[in-house]
């Protein structure tokens, strides 16, 4: 299982902090990431990490975004600077075992006000 916090309402270029507590242990997933879904839109990824290939962000977070884990603690989390209104959206967290499992948080808000 996987619980997201932090979400929250901030204004435009302040930071918010994601955490994703995971049940298991966060290093035995194949893939790890955050995915964002905004009003009226599909779920889109935002940033992820995939074992043996590094990180990668979308492009409009890249420089702002950073995605890292505490494996001590099983928690993934989701630091986001510079938040722009356009970061509004429903946050999720998702793992993937090695045997093809998914898993997804039930996801936090982030609301960004301009």
């Known amino acids: 299982q996987l619980r997201e916090t932090g979400g929250g309402f901030v204004q435009a270029g302040e930071s918010l902090r994601l955490s994703c507590a995971a049940s298991?242990?966060?290093?035995?997933?194949?893939?790890v990431a955050w995915y964002r879904q905004a009003p009226g839109e599909r779920r889109g990824l935002v940033a992820s990490?995939?074992?043996?290939?590094?990180?990668d962000y979308a492009d409009s977070v890249k420089g702002r975004f950073t995605i890292s884990e505490d494996s001590a603690n099983n928690t993934l989390h989701l630091q986001m600077n510079s938040l722009k209104p356009e970061d509004t959206g429903l946050y999720y967290c998702?793992?993937?075992?090695?045997?093809?499992?998914?898993?997804w948080g039930q996801g936090t808000q982030v609301t960004v006000s301009s």
């Open positions: 998702y793992a993937q075992t090695p045997d093809g499992y998914m898993f």
């Open positions: 298991g242990s966060i290093l035995a997933a194949s893939a």
């Open positions: 990490i995939i074992r043996g290939d590094g990180t």
